[in-house]
């Protein structure tokens, strides 16, 4: 069972960029579609962006195209979400999520907060 941590979360002024990175280990990453999600306060949780198992196709949300780029990394084990042109509307925990043939794997979220 694939073990999956976020990183990279924090505080940014509206304008700004982040880099959230998540690291699996356990499993075979290769295997694994990736995508992060994000739940905002009070908010339920909803996809943001997701990419194949080679990378060769990426999935966004219409809220976050152009300004959130993700990638995956299959020798090192990694997916990252780049994340620029922040607006306070991206305040969320997001959450990093590995599919599988037999189920989703999550991370514990990093939260990420961007004042005005």
């Known amino acids: 069972q694939p073990q999956l941590v976020e990183s990279g979360g924090g505080l940014v002024q509206a304008g700004g960029s982040l880099n959230l990175s998540c690291t699996v280990s356990?499993?075979?990453?290769?295997?694994?579609?990736m995508g992060w999600y994000r739940q905002p306060p009070g908010e339920e949780r909803g996809f943001v962006s997701g990419?194949?198992?080679?990378?060769?196709?990426?999935y966004y949300i219409d809220s976050v195209k152009g300004r959130f780029t993700i990638s995956r990394d299959n020798a090192k084990n990694t997916v990252d979400l780049q994340m620029t042109s922040l607006e306070p509307e991206d305040t969320a925990v997001y959450y990093c999520?590995?599919?599988?043939?037999?189920?989703?794997?999550w991370g514990q979220g990093t939260q990420v907060t961007v004042s005005s």
């Open positions: 990419i194949s198992l080679n990378g060769d196709k990426t």
């Open positions: 356990g499993g075979t990453f290769s295997d694994y579609r």
């Open positions: 999520t590995a599919g599988a043939v037999e189920g989703d794997y």
